[in-house]
């Protein structure tokens, strides 16, 4: 190994070892309640990113990904790589918890109100659309007298709910990492009896 390769594999090194405290970093509460409102749309964005990721690599460079809903490409993925021991359910129960948390804030206009002392802190939030209704359907509006509006609400979400999203979005993580290391044993396993 030459001193520029040793040199761009320190590099390497030092970068994924950055990257790695920034990702963990991403999964923990801030001090400000707003910050730990970016880290919990950061850290489903890194669940969601990893899982799309863990679905490509498995239909191969040949394949094509599911870019459906995340669960049923999941789900598929995992059948057709024969994994029995690892319980999509499971993962599917808490990815809808946070999926819900996330989307109470996913379109969020801005931060009306912080009340409460850390760590039972609320944050009211105004967001497109009406209450209830799906994305895009009742943002805007026609009136017969021929003018309209644009529809918004208010959301409230703790402090404590904040926390155990992140908590859950961890454990989320965590679970696509050791069904990436399944999705490796089972390609091993394939390959030797293929081999065989």
Same mark, same amino acid.
């Given at each position: 190994m030459?001193?520029d390769?040793?040199?761009?594999?320190d590099?390497? /090194?030092?970068?994924?070892? #950055?990257?790695?405290?920034?990702?963990?970093?991403?999964?923990?509460p801030?001090?400000?309640?707003?910050?730990?409102v970016? &880290?919990?749309?950061g850290?489903?964005? &890194?669940?969601?990113?990893?899982?799309?990721w863990l679905?490509?690599?498995?239909?191969g460079?040949?394949?094509?990904?599911?870019?459906?809903r995340?669960?049923?490409?999941?789900?598929?993925?995992?059948e057709?790589?024969?994994?029995e021991d690892w319980?999509i359910?499971?993962?599917?129960?808490?990815?809808?918890? /946070?999926?819900t948390? =996330?989307n109470?804030?996913a379109?969020m206009l801005?931060?009306?109100e912080?009340?409460?002392d850390w760590?039972?802190?609320?944050?009211?939030? /105004?967001?497109?659309?009406? /209450?209830?209704?799906?994305?895009? #359907?009742? +943002?805007l509006e026609?009136?017969?007298d021929?003018?309209? =509006?644009?529809?918004?609400h208010?959301?409230?979400i703790s402090e404590?709910?904040l926390?155990?999203?992140l908590d #859950?979005l961890?454990?989320?993580? &965590?679970?696509?990492?050791?069904?990436? #290391?399944?999705f490796?044993?089972?390609?091993e396993?394939?390959?030797r &009896? +293929?081999a065989?």
């Amino acid at each position: 190994m030459t001193g520029d390769q040793h040199d761009d594999l320190d590099d390497f /090194v030092e970068w994924t070892r #950055r990257y790695r405290l920034k990702e963990q970093e991403s999964f923990q509460p801030q001090g400000a309640i707003e910050q730990t409102v970016l &880290n919990m749309i950061g850290a489903y964005e &890194n669940v969601v990113s990893r899982a799309n990721w863990l679905c490509f690599h498995q239909a191969g460079p040949d394949g094509v990904a599911d870019r459906e809903r995340l669960v049923p490409a999941l789900r598929r993925a995992i059948e057709a790589a024969g994994i029995e021991d690892w319980s999509i359910d499971a993962f599917a129960t808490q990815f809808d918890k /946070v999926n819900t948390a =996330r989307n109470r804030l996913a379109h969020m206009l801005w931060v009306d109100e912080v009340t409460g002392d850390w760590p039972n802190r609320s944050l009211r939030v /105004v967001v497109r659309g009406k /209450v209830g209704e799906p994305k895009g #359907r009742g +943002e805007l509006e026609w009136f017969a007298d021929g003018w309209s =509006r644009k529809n918004t609400h208010t959301v409230q979400i703790s402090e404590q709910e904040l926390y155990r999203t992140l908590d #859950r979005l961890w454990s989320l993580r &965590n679970s696509l990492l050791k069904l990436g #290391r399944a999705f490796s044993i089972a390609a091993e396993n394939k390959a030797r &009896n +293929e081999a065989v």
